[in-house]
């Protein structure tokens, strides 16, 4: 039985092979041309503080930015600011997450309230919720609740989109072999319905995640009493452009690192088909 | 065990086709051990009977009894289902799969994974148990598929067009291992195929159906023993039955089916 298995083997491995060189070489590639773009953007930024005469204000020098962030990353006000920043958008991110989650997976059990919750999410979805800012911090104060708060509105509604979007199109094919082996209703919402809606529901938790990010940080750097986007709106405020593009830089590492935490999370290993 | 269809219909009913009577009027019984093939042509509801069979579907008249007992819904360790798309869970591995329906059930995990390593084995399959189904050919991940079906030790394995989706060799090779398999362990087989070949090579019994709605029109022994060895399909009794098979399934069709006219008026 296993002569007929075989022949199709062997071929796959050698297509695997050169598949894998291949993917090698294109990733090397890849980082080859980021690294070219890193350097031309370092590039264009020495022009401008040399023979481009730009002014420091607009476009400080790169060495006092660097100096500033060497500063900045060894001062423990900046990583409690890291802190609250972080907190409040993990906070944000599970509320949302679960409450999301749940309102997706109860709406997509009937077309009925599919029909009702679909507008509303997609509403909710489009609308710059932001603009309630001003109302949340007159609720909530200027502390982290507000931040929190908003965000926690403003991702909710592209998980409940997407959750929603996602338990729809379970695949019927899934749903049959758990009714033809004895599934329980439990057992088939777990292990058949979650499992198979967890490439689509990571879309959208990436979403919302990226969400949470903007709200929390916007929200700061408009009125805040600590936290990342507080301390850039500080910077700013006292003409310390150098010490603001520091924090800049700080913040699109810390983003870059929790997206790559997210994407890690959020994709799962075995879901590709060859049915 | 025996599982028989009395009297059983299946009518669907959609708002823009109104009704749709896919089956009418079908007796049948099957008992354990026995090999049944049910063809016809496409539409004629093959698989809806064997899904009605099984407890997938329910009749809208009549009524599907196990054993005397009207059967109500699925119960894999009576009648154990195999679909033509392997339907293989892509997140779990082939082990998972293979014990798939014994996690359902419950059963605890090493004594499940013994069972479907067992049953992995007996497809020829355990060296694979670690993999994930996209690793995987057609042909291996039916196998899982089957094994998957005997782990629930059941009575009869319900079969829809298991072998369809394979190419010619691959479903020749596969339907021969696996019908001494099933021979070899007793089970008794439903399986729905549009093969004339494979209807034949692998009946006790094979029940012809008519186009829709779908009904029984003939059922034909085939009393060779099994399991039957490839150059049956040489045999002269094989060729005697093809022949009736194929002036069955090709007699001309009823009205409402569309006509060989305006098919030809649509060409340019």
Request: charged fraction near 15%.
């Given at each position: 039985?296993?002569?007929?298995?075989?022949?199709?083997?062997?071929?796959?491995?050698?297509?695997?092979?050169?598949?894998?060189?291949?993917?090698?070489?294109?990733?090397?590639?890849?980082?080859?041309?980021?690294?070219?773009?890193?350097?031309?953007?370092?590039?264009?930024?020495?022009?401008?503080?040399?023979?481009?005469?730009?002014?420091?204000?607009?476009?400080?020098?790169?060495?006092?930015?660097?100096?500033?962030?060497?500063?900045?990353?060894?001062?423990?006000?900046?990583?409690?600011?890291?802190?609250?920043?972080?907190?409040?958008?993990?906070?944000?991110?599970?509320?949302?997450?679960?409450?999301?989650?749940?309102?997706?997976?109860?709406?997509?059990?009937?077309?009925?309230?599919?029909?009702?919750?679909?507008?509303?999410?997609?509403?909710?979805?489009?609308?710059?919720?932001?603009?309630?800012?001003?109302?949340?911090?007159?609720?909530?104060?200027?502390?982290?609740?507000?931040?929190?708060?908003?965000?926690?509105?403003?991702?909710?509604?592209?998980?409940?989109?997407?959750?929603?979007?996602?338990?729809?199109?379970?695949?019927?094919?899934?749903?049959?072999?758990?009714?033809?082996?004895?599934?329980?209703?439990?057992?088939?919402?777990?292990?058949?319905?979650?499992?198979?809606?967890?490439?689509?529901?990571?879309?959208?938790?990436?979403?919302?995640?990226?969400?949470?990010?903007?709200?929390?940080?916007?929200?700061?750097?408009?009125?805040?009493?600590?936290?990342?986007?507080?301390?850039?709106?500080?910077?700013?405020?006292?003409?310390?452009?150098?010490?603001?593009?520091?924090?800049?830089?700080?913040?699109?590492?810390?983003?870059?690192?929790?997206?790559?935490?997210?994407?890690?999370?959020?994709?799962?290993?075995?879901?590709?088909?060859?049915? | 065990?025996?599982i028989s269809a009395r009297d059983v219909g299946v009518t669907?009913?959609?708002?823009?086709?109104?009704?749709?009577v896919a089956l009418q009027d079908i007796n049948l019984t099957v008992?354990?051990?026995?090999?049944?093939?049910l063809?016809g042509?496409?539409?004629c509801g093959k698989?809806t009977l064997l899904h009605a069979l099984?407890?997938?579907t329910?009749p809208t008249a009549g009524e599907v009894?196990?054993?005397?007992?009207?059967?109500?819904?699925?119960?894999?360790?009576?009648?154990?289902?195999?679909?033509?798309?392997?339907?293989?869970?892509?997140?779990?591995?082939?082990?998972?799969?293979?014990?798939?329906?014994?996690?359902?059930?419950?059963?605890?995990?090493?004594?499940?994974?013994?069972?479907?390593?067992?049953?992995?084995?007996?497809?020829?399959?355990?060296?694979?148990?670690?993999?994930?189904?996209?690793?995987?050919?057609?042909?291996?991940?039916?196998?899982?598929?089957?094994?998957?079906?005997?782990?629930?030790?059941?009575?009869?394995?319900?079969?829809?067009?298991?072998?369809?989706?394979?190419?010619?060799?691959?479903?020749?090779?596969?339907?021969?291992?696996?019908?001494?398999?099933?021979?070899?362990?007793?089970?008794?087989?439903?399986?729905?195929?549009?093969?004339?070949?494979?209807?034949?090579?692998?009946?006790?019994?094979?029940v012809?159906m008519s186009?829709?709605p779908g009904r029984i029109i003939?059922e034909?022994?085939?009393?060779?023993?099994?399991?039957?060895?490839?150059?049956?399909?040489?045999?002269?009794?094989?060729?005697?039955?093809?022949?009736?098979?194929?002036?069955?399934?090709?007699?001309?069709?009823?009205?409402?089916?569309?006509?060989?006219?305006?098919?030809?008026?649509?060409?340019?």
């Amino acid at each position: 039985m296993t002569v007929a298995a075989s022949d199709t083997s062997t071929r796959a491995v050698a297509t695997r092979v050169s598949a894998k060189t291949r993917r090698v070489r294109r990733t090397i590639l890849v980082w080859a041309l980021r690294v070219a773009a890193l350097v031309v953007i370092v590039g264009l930024w020495l022009y401008g503080n040399g023979p481009g005469h730009v002014s420091s204000l607009l476009l400080p020098s790169l060495g006092n930015v660097l100096v500033f962030f060497g500063q900045l990353v060894v001062s423990p006000a900046f990583w409690s600011a890291a802190w609250t920043t972080l907190y409040s958008m993990a906070i944000s991110f599970v509320v949302a997450a679960v409450v999301g989650t749940l309102i997706g997976f109860w709406a997509a059990r009937g077309p009925l309230r599919a029909k009702v919750i679909e507008p509303l999410a997609v509403w909710g979805y489009m609308a710059p919720l932001f603009l309630f800012y001003p109302l949340f911090l007159l609720w909530f104060g200027v502390g982290v609740e507000s931040k929190i708060t908003l965000a926690a509105l403003s991702t909710v509604f592209p998980i409940i989109y997407g959750s929603l979007r996602a338990f729809r199109s379970v695949d019927p094919v899934y749903l049959r072999v758990a009714r033809a082996y004895g599934a329980s209703p439990r057992q088939t919402d777990w292990m058949i319905k979650l499992r198979a809606t967890l490439p689509l529901l990571g879309s959208a938790f990436r979403i919302g995640a990226a969400y949470s990010i903007t709200t929390v940080l916007a929200g700061e750097v408009l009125s805040s009493t600590g936290g990342l986007g507080y301390i850039l709106a500080k910077a700013s405020q006292l003409f310390n452009a150098a010490g603001a593009f520091a924090i800049l830089i700080a913040i699109v590492l810390f983003v870059a690192v929790l997206q790559l935490g997210l994407n890690r999370l959020f994709t799962p290993r075995h879901d590709s088909r060859t049915q | 065990m025996s599982i028989s269809a009395r009297d059983v219909g299946v009518t669907y009913s959609s708002r823009s086709r109104g009704e749709l009577v896919a089956l009418q009027d079908i007796n049948l019984t099957v008992e354990s051990g026995e090999f049944v093939t049910l063809i016809g042509p496409s539409g004629c509801g093959k698989s809806t009977l064997l899904h009605a069979l099984g407890g997938l579907t329910s009749p809208t008249a009549g009524e599907v009894l196990v054993d005397e007992h009207r059967l109500t819904g699925p119960d894999p360790r009576q009648a154990a289902f195999i679909f033509q798309d392997y339907s293989l869970l892509p997140w779990k591995s082939i082990l998972d799969n293979a014990a798939i329906g014994l996690r359902f059930a419950n059963v605890p995990k090493a004594e499940r994974q013994a069972k479907a390593m067992d049953m992995l084995e007996l497809v020829g399959l355990a060296g694979f148990a670690k993999s994930y189904p996209h690793e995987l050919s057609g042909g291996m991940q039916q196998r899982v598929a089957v094994a998957r079906a005997m782990a629930m030790e059941p009575e009869v394995l319900l079969m829809d067009e298991p072998f369809g989706a394979l190419d010619e060799q691959t479903r020749q090779k596969l339907g021969y291992q696996m019908s001494r398999i099933l021979t070899a362990n007793g089970k008794g087989v439903v399986m729905v195929t549009h093969s004339l070949d494979e209807a034949i090579f692998w009946a006790d019994r094979i029940v012809v159906m008519s186009p829709r709605p779908g009904r029984i029109i003939r059922e034909i022994v085939v009393d060779t023993p099994r399991p039957r060895e490839l150059d049956f399909i040489a045999d002269d009794g094989f060729g005697e039955i093809r022949q009736e098979l194929f002036r069955l399934i090709s007699e001309p069709v009823t009205e409402d089916t569309p006509t060989v006219t305006t098919l030809s008026g649509a060409r340019p």
